[in-house]
């Protein structure tokens, strides 16, 4: 990690970057990177080293990093664990002091994944750490059967649009 961090802040100081933002997650196991980041480990353990992990990058950054809740995608997502997703970044972002970005998408396909369709996708939205809120992170996604499809596209769902204003306040 020692050299991750350093690389980072080397692209912090060239571009004078004021803020990091990254999905929170898992972007390798056991050193080997993954093509595309897993959910944490919805589970005690998981929650410990997600806070053990955020706090000591936190510290080590020479800039904030800003914790992206993470994408939950049928298909490309394994979820281990049953705490639930939204209270889980909760106490990633109270416990570690780190600001936090919402992911309309992500957040959409977390509840998708749960089997939450309609009005159902906006439940839960006062587990989010709203308060810690830095930055909301608007992207293309669509859905394909039962899939959600988080493209990064450009092209808005509607869902979106109603989660964002509801987020907004």
Request: aromatic share 10%; hydrophobic share 40%; net charge negative.
């Amino acid at each position: 990690r020692s050299e991750i961090i350093a690389f980072t802040d080397e692209i912090i100081a060239r571009y004078d970057f004021k803020w990091v933002n990254e999905d929170l997650g898992l972007w390798s196991i056991h050193g080997r990177s993954l093509p595309y980041p897993l959910p944490p480990y919805l589970t005690d353990e998981g929650l410990s080293a997600a806070i053990r992990n955020c706090t000591e990058v936190q510290e080590a950054l020479d800039a904030p990093l800003l914790v992206e809740f993470p994408g939950f995608s049928a298909g490309t997502s394994i979820v281990i664990g049953s705490l639930h997703g939204y209270d889980f970044f909760r106490e990633v972002v109270e416990q570690s002091g780190s600001p936090a970005t919402l992911d309309i998408g992500h957040l959409l396909s977390y509840q998708w994944l749960r089997g939450l369709r309609g009005e159902d996708l906006y439940s839960d939205l006062d587990k989010l750490p709203t308060s810690s809120c830095f930055e909301i992170h608007l992207s293309g996604c669509e859905t394909s059967g039962e899939q959600f499809l988080d493209y990064h596209h450009g092209i808005l769902m509607d869902e979106q649009l109603v989660l964002l204003e509801r987020l907004l306040p």
